[in-house]
């Protein structure tokens, strides 16, 4: 352990340095200042996993392509398969939005593909959607075609022979009533749609089905469902729903659910049998819910099953799927995948496992049933034999993250929990040429939805959840919860916060209604805190009869939301609730001030703050109200240690709340935000917000974290990405954009062994992310195309140019003809850039290679040889440790900055 241990002081000498520092010597903040993206633009995300899906709702193949398949993830966008689900490809990425609720492809012509965006499960964390989407070529174009206001789409079909006629079941507004929501029909593509069954404002569509004989009969379900701002599993289920059939392509509709309960009514799937038109099945969800069938298309129903196996839980599952070939033969995907021979009187899990895996749609190749793809909480997976065999989930970079703490190994973890799979771990880098499965690993602490902790002092151990104690090494894990005893006195939300002090790293502080702390590693807790929550924060009006009803009988309904220790002073802390409160203690819980803005009324969450590293009296909040229907960005600072607050959102995209908000410990006034579909930058203390969203998809960015020079954001839909080495974001000045060039003060480069696999890579067929590059990164800005070469030299610690690169090198030629590897190995150089942008080029530490003598120095085993050398090591020695300098010349002038090559601090 001592091994482990060795590295883990630098961390808090450098905070404590900073903290010094700026109490001293105040950093300057720009003033009013937004800056020309192309500064910063050849900063790129890096996708580090996990490789382990995430809730999948909508699925669909392609008849007539038995191996090609389409899933939309509820935060990660469409994704394709061409091989039954052996890869898999973001096709969706191109768009705003990554929240799928629904997916129709064409029958009658394949390459037209229908998707409705924004996720109907209505989960606590339920993401919204704009809309429908529409591809004509098979997913590599999209055009948005309407419906922005739906927010959440449950299901979509389309006609079988004319690609035009689609139908949209939209549920609606997850909050409020709304008039956008029930069943639309377009007869032209989705340029127009016209709202053809409808009932009220509170009663949205869920499910659609055609007869398989006659598409003018057109089977739907309504379900009215609502859920409150406070913390509740199940959402509440109103009056309004039933099942209602067209016989006129969907102009008129009449109620077809006689036999179907009605106290308790909520979500109902349905399938029309393919073989028997008069046969549809139904999963009901009431308080005497069950499968039930009608052979009588719909005049009559009859119950099959009240085995709560089939439909518990029906507001999240309740889908339902006839076989194409054999009407007896019926699946129902709830938390394992079960199905019928019997016509819905038997039935026997085919899919599953312990812990619940929790399924959701099923498709079924029309012409070989034995085919299907299905959609779960852990991704999407292919059968070919019947449900012999299915293809892997873990090769789906969808997972839906709430939070991240790098822990304090190097190369550090990206700790964080998993929505339905539990905490995960991934390291920011690995040993490995590449992150693959071999490196990421289950958290032991955690759980789905709570924060993981790290520990500065002991970075084997990690915390999480509600709080458990493990050993990252050992395994050993123990519930060290201050709540030990009493749960049932205690309030929760979804996630609970749990935080280190980053000016003490032995105080940890987790909260509910209270917060404790503890500095004994969890053995003993103190309450520091009484309930910092509203007395009565009262019900939101724009819940109705039935989630009014639906809460806890105390009033007092809310909890902490959000720590935030002050860097500066271990006594200082900031805490907010989800019912709208920010309060402050400046003695460790002693006494406490209630310092809320006015603008934060009842029920306002807020979701994260963050106090300054430079100044005691500043902090920063954000906060979110989208479960009042008020979906505004809100960000507040403050620098009076409460005493007024100013919003600062301007540059903020309107009507997309913001999920978190955090200061970069290094330069005063650079602020980062994540929204539910982006990241932002300011560069002025929040004055002004600018994209920061660079290569990263759409999606809810969740939390935050910087790390030393990287800026990691943990999403809720495609996993953990890296911003390496955010040292050009620290420069950028008036000054540097002034600049007709500019080179940037590269961070110190860490001179440490390359990834390697010491034996066989893994194929390129494999979920692969990709490693942050070896060397020294060097960044440089042209604010205008160069007119001559631009050149990069590396000086020695005498002044001796080891290493020259210039935008007239000529990278060397590949021929595939000589290789004796596929081309998929070989990565083309480029070389350095004289347009203008920001660039940035790495140094692999090494001087001017010798040159390569013999037949395969032109491009095969030259190329060759460079790949060999990639992943099994034999790269020529890396220069010593010392203080090197970057030459840049561009037009003639040079531009010089100072680099520092560091030892690997793992290296005795």
Not at 8 to 16: G, K, N, R, T
Request: a negative charge; glycine letters at 10%.
């Amino acid at each position: 352990m001592n091994e482990i241990r060795r590295f883990i002081v630098q961390p808090f000498l450098s905070a404590l340095v900073i903290a010094i520092v700026s109490l001293l010597t105040p950093a300057p903040v720009a003033v009013a200042q937004q800056y020309d993206t192309n500064l910063y633009s050849g900063l790129r995300w890096r996708l580090i996993g996990p490789f382990r899906g995430g809730r999948i709702n909508a699925v669909s193949g392609v008849p007539g392509q038995p191996e090609t398949f389409y899933y939309g993830s509820v935060g990660g966008g469409v994704w394709k398969t061409n091989n039954a689900g052996r890869t898999w490809n973001p096709v969706f990425d191109s768009q705003n939005v990554g929240s799928i609720g629904a997916i129709g492809v064409a029958p009658s012509s394949p390459n037209v593909v229908y998707v409705g965006t924004g996720e109907a499960d209505m989960r606590d964390s339920i993401q919204f959607g704009d809309g429908m989407y529409k591809t004509i070529d098979g997913g590599k174009t999209w055009t948005h075609i309407g419906l922005e206001n739906t927010r959440q789409i449950g299901r979509i079909i389309v006609d079988p022979k004319n690609p035009n006629i689609v139908f949209v079941a939209a549920l609606g507004h997850a909050y409020a009533a709304n008039p956008d929501r029930g069943v639309y029909r377009s007869r032209d593509g989705g340029a127009t749609w016209q709202k053809v069954l409808f009932k009220n404002d509170d009663v949205g569509a869920i499910d659609l089905n055609f007869d398989p004989t006659n598409s003018q009969i057109v089977y739907a379900t309504l379900w009215n469902v609502r859920r409150p701002p406070w913390f509740i599993y199940a959402p509440a289920n109103g009056p309004g729903g039933g099942i209602f059939k067209s016989t006129d392509g969907g102009t008129t509709w009449n109620e077809i659910d006689q036999g179907i309960p009605v106290e308790g009514r909520g979500r109902i799937g349905i399938s029309v049998s393919p073989v028997n038109h008069n046969r549809i099945y139904a999963a009901v969800d009431a308080k005497e819910g069950g499968i039930f069938n009608s052979e009588d298309a719909g005049a009559t129903w009859t119950r099959l099953s009240s085995d709560k196996r089939l439909w518990d839980r029906g507001w999240y599952f309740e889908k339902i799927t006839a076989d194409p070939k054999n009407a007896d033969t019926v699946y129902v995907s709830n938390t394992s995948v079960y199905r019928s021979t019997d016509g819905g009187k038997k039935w026997t899990a085919i899919k599953g496992a312990p812990g619940g895996d929790d399924y959701h749609q099923l498709w079924i190749y029309p012409d070989d049933p034995n085919r299907m793809i299905v959609g779960s909480d852990q991704g999407a997976i292919v059968t070919v034999d019947g449900a012999e065999t299915w293809s892997s989930w873990y090769n789906q970079s969808t997972a839906q993250l709430y939070h991240v703490a790098a822990d304090y190994r190097f190369p550090y973890w990206a700790t964080g929990p998993q929505q339905d799979s539990g905490a995960i771990s991934v390291p920011s880098r690995s040993g490995h040429s590449e992150i693959s499965m071999h490196d990421w690993t289950g958290a032991c602490a955690g759980g789905e939805s709570g924060y993981t902790a790290p520990d500065p002092l002991h970075p084997e151990i990690l915390f999480g959840g509600t709080v458990t104690r493990c050993n990252v090494v050992t395994g050993e894990t123990r519930n060290v919860s201050p709540e030990a005893g009493g749960r049932s006195m205690y309030r929760h939300a979804w996630t609970q916060p749990l935080v280190f002090s980053p000016a003490d790293p032995h105080a940890l502080y987790y909260a509910n209604q209270f917060l404790y702390k503890t500095t004994n590693g969890g053995e003993s807790w103190t309450q520091i805190s009484q309930d910092l929550t509203r007395e009565d924060p009262g019900v939101p009006p724009n819940l109705n009869e039935a989630a009014a009803a639906d809460a806890p009988t105390d009033k007092r309904r809310g909890v902490i939301y959000t720590i935030a220790p002050s860097p500066l002073r271990a006594s200082m802390i900031w805490v907010g609730t989800d019912d709208g409160l920010i309060h402050l203690t400046n003695d460790d819980g002693k006494t406490w001030q209630n310092l809320t803005p006015s603008g934060l009324t009842p029920w306002s969450k807020v979701v994260m703050i963050d106090a300054s590293h430079f100044d005691m009296n500043e902090a920063y909040a954000a906060a979110e109200r989208h479960q009042l229907e008020d979906y505004e960005p809100r960000i507040y600072r403050t620098r009076d240690v409460g005493k007024t607050w100013t919003e600062i959102t301007n540059g903020l995209p309107k009507g997309i709340y913001v999920q978190t908000v955090k200061e970069d410990p290094k330069r005063k006034g650079l602020l980062f935000a994540g929204t539910e579909r982006a990241v932002f930058v300011s560069f002025d203390d929040g004055d002004h917000w600018q994209s920061l969203q660079l290569n990263l998809p759409a999606t809810s960015m969740r939390d935050l974290a910087i790390h030393e020079n990287d800026l990691i954001v943990a999403t809720h839909g495609r996993g953990f990405w890296v911003l390496d080495d955010i040292t050009p974001l620290r420069e950028i000045t008036a000054e540097a954009a002034r600049a007709d060039a500019f080179l940037f003060h590269p961070a110190d480069a860490i001179n440490m062994p390359p990834g390697t696999d010491n034996g066989t890579p893994m194929p390129r067929d494999e979920a692969l992310a990709e490693n942050p590059p070896y060397g020294a990164m060097i960044d440089y800005y042209l604010r205008s195309n160069a007119t001559g070469p631009v050149t990069l030299e590396i000086l020695d610690p005498s002044g001796e140019i080891i290493r020259r690169y210039s935008s007239d090198d000529k990278p060397p030629t590949i021929n595939p003809d000589a290789l004796n590897i596929p081309t998929s190995w070989v990565r083309s150089p480029k070389p350095l850039s004289n347009q203008a942008g920001m660039h940035r080029w790495i140094w692999d530490l090494r001087p001017t290679p010798a040159q390569r003598t013999g037949a395969g120095g032109g491009g095969g085993g030259g190329a060759a040889a460079a790949v060999t050398a990639n992943f099994f090591g034999g790269r020529a020695p890396a220069v010593l440790p010392g203080s090197y300098t970057v030459k840049l010349t561009v037009n003639g002038k040079g531009y010089t900055q100072p680099l520092v090559v560091s030892m690997d601090p793992r290296a005795k």
